[in-house]
């Protein structure tokens, strides 16, 4: 009886841990106290940001008030994590300093972020919304204003927010490239 229960119970957890074939891979990267997300592979290549504690949501933690809504108290971001509805989004964990914790409940995930090691987990978003997890080792200090907030947009509205991302890069890369090149007086 226990062998036949071991069959199907090994197909699922191996299944469970197979990262392969993600149509997007981000790194989220733990800093105490925020993520920074990277977006390796898929649409949106290229694409990195911080995410830390809206600014709005620390003067309420301040004030010792968590205001009118409390169902996402301190969980609101500056920068949320973005991710296409109905693709498999590959995460890479890691962390700069001390040990954190990539989970987002509602996707069912929850993995370390390890100073010098590399993890990883995947999910699968089958909804638009917004999603919210925090990390959950105790990171230091202020591990409590450490969330996560994932928003999952449709496909056209997901690349339209690439596109946008990826406008800002080049925006700010301009002035730089035009300093660059900008003659100088020993060249005249």
């Known amino acids: 009886i226990v062998i036949f229960m071991a069959i199907p119970a090994t197909r699922a957890v191996v299944t469970q841990k197979d990262t392969s074939n993600a149509d997007l891979t981000i790194k989220a990267t733990g800093y105490q106290w925020r993520w920074g997300y990277e977006y390796l592979k898929g649409e949106g290549d290229g694409i990195a940001f911080a995410s830390s504690l809206d600014n709005e949501q620390r003067i309420l933690s ?97 690349s339209a927010w690439v596109k946008t991302q990826q406008d800002k890069k080049s925006a700010q890369a301009a002035p730089a490239q035009q300093v660059a090149q900008a003659p100088t007086a020993d060249t005249k």
């Open 62 to 158: 301040n004030s010792g008030a968590p205001g009118n809504n409390i169902d996402n108290y301190l969980l609101k971001v500056d920068n949320p994590l973005v991710v296409p509805v109905g693709k498999k989004v590959r995460i890479i964990t890691t962390s700069s300093d001390v040990i954190h914790a990539f989970a987002v409940p509602a996707f069912g995930i929850k993995q370390d972020a390890i100073p010098g090691f590399v993890r990883d987990t995947w999910f699968r978003a089958e909804k638009v919304g917004d999603y919210y997890g925090q990390c959950q080792e105790l990171c230091g200090k202020e591990h409590a204003y450490m969330p996560i907030h994932v928003k999952v947009l449709s496909e056209a509205d997901y």
